[in-house]
């Protein structure tokens, strides 16, 4: 059975066609799909956007978009058929009358239509509005929400309550790509189909775990939005949490949605609160100055164009996090994420509790304790860092650390490593919910994220500095530092 067969020809239609995810990671998703035979061979891709443009038009502006973000040479086979589904429609989003012409475009197409908001989240009402006045909702529909959503507990609740007002839970699709990453996908195979991790997966056997998010890049034009964000808002929230909960989750009764999601919403809601009371002790929130970039100068990001000089927004944080339930008491969770770091490096590090007694002092005076490195970019792959004897024939027992590699590069050499788009994007075709983020989900994250916030915001302090180019400011160090630990760089 050809996975179409699971599928429902559907309108794919793309609010913000002309956007750039839409042109950077939907579209070539789709083609990719397109390459594999993923896609029902009778659905369309219709896309939506304010700008006027002819059906030709709009062909050649896709077309540039594959030509300039899909990495492999472009099968001239499959363009020509991923061509012949588009669909173009232009739209005032907020103005309902004009829906009745996107009606006219999907009237006599396929049943089932997947609603992909690729626009900001402040107009996610107006276009659910504009669907419903067009009769162009129905109970077989999807709509796929692109976070963040909201940028507190109150604000999302208006906004999925906008579109709730519309479409059923059940109908509701909410993006975090990091979700459809392989190695974010790996992990539920390495806890739950491996004996060695499923059995020492929790306080007697873990020590501590750091999950790390590093960006190289700066604000990169998005000054208006990332400064009323800033990292809390824009990464902690969304996508170390999701990594977080899966992480530490309880093993589901199965793989369905339900039962994922549900296990999922168990550790964001056990997190414990950080407030006024222990906001010191517990988070670190730093902002770039001027620095060095492999060799080249940058600037801070008080000196960025279009910069407010008296901005207090982070663009790092790191947080002591601990989960009060039985799985996981005493072990913390050190969350980092920052811009203008060294690299772009993102990885997971679950450090297991040293050996309590050494037997080898003779050749290793202080047995390091195991390592699991899961990396999940650039280079994705799992990493176990462990003892092993070097070979020889002395009688001395001589050990060293040793690593065992699995990089999907090299073990998979013949197979490409999919973008997170292109599964969340399957997923979606399929009716396949597992990978998207309930409401309750979001609701819970921004509840213990708008706590550090209002906590930060009380303090009225200012956040530490540290040059761009570096792993942040020098009381992180210290966070995790104090508990006899640092981090891994």
């Known amino acids: 059975m050809k996975t179409t067969d699971y599928q429902t020809a559907s309108e794919i239609v793309i609010f913000g066609a002309l956007g750039d995810l839409s042109r950077r990671k939907l579209l070539p998703a789709l083609y990719q799909l397109e390459v594999c035979e993923l896609i029902h061979k009778d659905s369309r891709i219709v896309g939506a956007a304010r700008q006027e443009h002819t059906l030709d038009e709009f062909k050649d502006i896709v077309l540039d978009s594959l030509n300039n973000f899909v990495k492999e040479e472009l099968d001239q086979s499959v363009v020509e058929r991923f061509i012949q589904r588009l669909v173009y429609q232009q739209l005032d989003f907020k103005d309902q009358s004009s829906f009745s012409h996107l009606y006219k475009a999907l009237v006599n197409g396929n049943d089932t239509r997947v609603y992909y908001f690729s626009t900001p989240p402040a107009i996610y009402g107006d276009i659910c509005h504009g669907l419903n006045s067009a009769n162009l909702i129905t109970n077989n529909d999807r709509v796929v929400m692109e976070k963040p959503i909201g940028h507190s507990l109150e604000s999302s609740k208006v906004i999925n309550d906008q579109v709730s007002e519309f479409f059923k839970e059940e109908q509701t699709y909410r993006i975090d790509h990091y979700l459809g990453k392989e190695t974010v996908l790996n992990l539920m195979v390495l806890r739950f ?166 037997i080898f002092k003779d050749s290793y005076s202080d047995l390091p304790a195991n390592k699991l490195t899961i990396r999940l970019q650039p280079d994705e792959g799992v990493e176990l860092q462990m003892m092993n004897k070097i070979p020889g024939i002395a009688s001395q027992m001589n050990i060293q650390e040793n690593k065992l590699d699995l990089s999907f590069s090299k073990t998979y050499n013949d197979e490409r490593v999919v973008d997170a788009y292109e599964r969340l994007m399957l997923e979606v075709l399929n009716g396949n919910q597992s990978l998207f983020v309930s409401r309750d989900e979001v609701e819970a994250a921004w509840l213990w994220a708008d706590c550090i916030i209002e906590a930060w915001q009380g303090t009225n302090e200012l956040p530490k500095p540290y040059a761009a180019g570096s792993w942040g400011p020098v009381s992180s160090i210290s966070l995790i530092a104090r508990d006899d630990r640092q981090w891994v760089e």
């Open 193 to 358: 189909a491996n004996s060695l991790f499923t059995n020492n997966w929790d306080r007697n056997s873990i020590d501590h775990v750091q999950i790390t998010v590093a960006e190289s890049v700066g604000i990169e034009g998005r000054w208006g939005f990332y400064d009323e964000a800033g990292q809390m808002r824009d990464m902690v929230q969304n996508h170390l949490l999701q990594i977080l909960s899966l992480l530490a989750m309880e093993p589901p009764a199965d793989l369905s949605a339900t039962s994922v999601r549900d296990e999922k919403l168990k550790v964001v809601k056990a997190l414990r609160p950080i407030n006024r009371d222990n906001i010191k002790d517990k988070t670190v929130r730093g902002q770039y100055a001027d620095g060095y970039l492999n060799g080249v100068s940058v600037p801070g990001y008080l000196n960025e164009e279009g910069a407010n000089q008296t901005s207090k927004t982070e663009t790092f944080v790191a947080i002591k996090a601990e989960i009060d339930n039985w799985r996981w008491k005493g072990v913390p969770f050190y969350l980092r994420t920052g811009k203008r770091m060294p690299v772009k490096h993102s990885e997971i590090v679950v450090h297991f509790k040293q050996q309590p007694h050494n």
